[in-house]
């Protein structure tokens, strides 16, 4: 599992939130991860991708319940 950060649809806006995923595949050369979000499968820079912890998950999924 690992967080990722997505930028807001506005060009001006400069709020960023993170998304839970599951890695499927990271190279260290090409520096880009792909990621399972929702089905599909995106392909983020991996300056933008950190190792989800125990309370990002639990944060997700108290979000997903309510």
């Known amino acids: 599992m690992v967080r990722f950060k997505t930028k ?3 060009f ?3 709020y ?4 839970i995923g ?3 595949e990271y190279h260290a050369w090409e520096k880009v991860a792909s990621i399972l979000y929702e089905g599909d499968v995106l392909r ?5 991708v950190q190792k989800a ?3 990002d998950i ?4 108290k979000l997903e319940t309510e």
């Open 8 to 10: 807001s649809q506005s």
């Open 12 to 14: 001006f806006s400069r």
């Open 16 to 19: 960023e939130t993170w998304k």
């Open 22 to 24: 599951l890695l499927v």
């Open 44 to 48: 983020i820079r991996a300056e933008h």
């Open 53 to 55: 912890g125990k309370k």
């Open 58 to 61: 639990e944060r997700c999924l």
